[in-house]
């Protein structure tokens, strides 16, 4: 069964970058029909798409974080991460990387398998 | 961006009610539209995709349905590990958005 597991500090300073990744165990990036995705859930709150991407297309990010955000895969290492730049205290949050199911003849995308979810404060 | 709004966001039932819970959507969005369960501490659970169609392996007292900008979740009889927060999240264009959470507590 598909197991994703989130990796990286648990703590960052103002104006830096957070930096997650997402190792895939017992599945593969490569796989044609998902895309891989981050969202997050600042403490107490509801939660927010962050972006997704296919292992050989182009990132689709939320506008809101857009100018901020890098999303990639790594195919060899079977892992994709997260780059999250010049942070402020508004993003400390959990953050989950997720794989996005891509529906064929059903309508949509569904986020079907979650990683546990890593919590990340911002703050010096 | 598209707005999801679910309501109540909070409920207190008991065991073995009946429940169910609405997510509208601020413009059409077809049948584009998945629910989750999230328990505290917890990951988030997919429960049902495109509007009504379930998971595999989620109990069939969970059930979903409605189209366009108005869905329901319905729980046919609550178990008591059914008391968690849910979401509905919109994937019928970027960004996906989720509703604000419903949190269902026991009575």
């Known amino acids: 069964q598909l197991q994703l597991q989130e990796s990286g500090p648990d703590l960052v300073k103002p104006s830096e970058t957070l930096s997650l990744t997402c190792t895939v165990s017992?599945?593969?990036?490569?796989?044609?029909?998902?895309?891989w995705g981050w969202i997050r859930q600042p403490p107490g709150k509801g939660l927010e798409w962050i972006g997704s991407i296919y292992y050989s297309g182009s990132p689709s990010y939320n506008p809101s974080l857009k100018s901020r955000v890098t999303i990639s895969v790594d195919r060899s290492k079977n892992q994709f991460s997260l780059r999250l730049r010049t942070v402020t205290a508004a993003d400390t949050a959990v953050y989950y990387c997720?794989?996005?199911?891509?529906?064929?003849?059903?309508?949509?995308?569904?986020?079907?398998?979650w990683g546990q979810g890593t919590l990340v404060a911002v703050s010096s | 961006d598209i707005q999801m709004t679910q309501s109540p966001s909070s409920l207190s039932a008991s065991v073995g009610d009946r429940v169910t819970i609405t997510c509208r959507a601020s413009?059409?969005?077809?049948?584009?539209l998945n629910w989750y369960l999230q328990k505290p501490g917890k990951a988030p659970k997919l429960l049902i995709f495109?509007?009504?169609t379930l998971q595999s392996g989620v109990p069939s007292r969970f059930s979903g349905s409605g189209s366009g900008t108005d869905f329901t979740l319905t729980i046919s009889s609550l178990q008591p590990e059914d008391f968690a927060t849910y979401f509905c999240q919109q994937s019928y264009s970027t960004p996906y958005t989720f509703g604000q959470g419903t949190k269902l507590e026991i009575k």
């Open positions: 017992d599945g593969s990036v490569t796989s044609i029909s998902h895309y």
């Open positions: 997720a794989r996005e199911y891509k529906g064929i003849g059903v309508p949509g995308t569904w986020l079907d398998s």
């Open positions: 413009e059409s969005i077809s049948r584009y």
């Open positions: 495109a509007a009504s």
